[in-house]
């Protein structure tokens, strides 16, 4: 059974333009090690957003490299456009999965529709690290809607697998290395019992409700950091849950972040921040 090891939490927010209030609750500044392949865990919310009319909240054209961001919407609606000329909606229960290997620059605002009504807002933003023989991908995005999600039940809840395998159910998220991301429900005094591969970095994100996993309680906006050795991990329930399950095979080679850019070496920083500063990563795709 994997152990305990240390439960991740930040009680500071910040706003990511002005749609997203976001917890990082961990990030490439750390233990870059302890988190691999993932760098960063941006929790947007739970929020609730008044109605607005013009231009819809959110954050302006920025780029990214030598990673993927991994968006999942729980509430609310997110549309985006990048320099690779795609577009389109993250609605409730769906996600982006966007390479952006060599280079991309995208936005990100509440779609018209949810800025029109306003409501209830959650959401994760997972980085996950691209090894470097791929970091010069070309950039790209997966959009896993709500019917290619394939939902396993077990005793205690039921898990839909974004990425990797629970048993014989495959997740559709294509991915560079190993990776298993599950959203995860828990039924209320259910322990349930997740099989999980030995050798992976292991995190359990509590994004709602109260578990206790090796007897130590785990809240709202915490994450349970797990010891990479056992091939399963007991959670119990205190109530009614809804868990993100992350887990990744380690990538062994030198992190550098430097704000949107991750790459291996300083060198790399530098030459990916000139390429920006020289209009090097694109243009975005028409509104539409
Ligand atoms: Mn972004």
Redesign the pocket.
Known sequence: MKTLDTILRNDSAHWVGDGFPVRSLFSYHGDTAAISPFLLFDYAGPWNFEPVEGRPRG?GQ?P?KGFE?VTIVYDGEVSHRDSTGGGGTIGAGEVQWMTAGSGVL?E?FHSPGYSKTGGPFRMVQLWVNLPAKDKLVPARYQAITRDTIPEVAFDGGRARIIAGTFGEVEGPAQTFTPINLWDVQLDAGATATLPLPDGHTTMIAVLSGHVTIDGEGVGEAEIARLSRSGDAARIAANGDSIVLVMTGEPIDEPVVGHG?FVMNTEGEIREAIAAFNAGKFGTLAPAG
């Open positions: 954050v920025h990214h961001t995208h990100e949107p």
